[in-house]
């Protein structure tokens, strides 16, 4: 998922860039960054999940 902000820090698109399967997905830097200059965002927040079958909180304290 990829997120584009502008100076005044207002959502300006959210976009999912990449779709995997449960056990994969395939990223290309080339086209993540087409994305990121097509929304000429200040900031971009990227985030990802971990599909699993049990949701566990990793904190900085056990990240480790």
Do not use: C, W
């Not at 207002?10 to 087409?34: C, M, N, V, W």
């Not at 929304?39 to 699993?52: C, D, E, G, Q, R």
């Amino acid at each position: 998922m990829m997120t584009g902000i502008n100076s005044r820090h207002q959502l300006i698109e959210y976009k999912e860039i990449f779709h995997g399967t449960l056990d994969s997905a395939h990223i290309y830097p080339r086209e993540i960054l087409k994305a990121v200059l097509k929304l000429n965002a200040s900031t971009v927040i990227f985030a990802h999940n971990h599909p699993k079958r049990t949701a566990k909180i990793i904190t900085l304290q056990n990240a480790f």
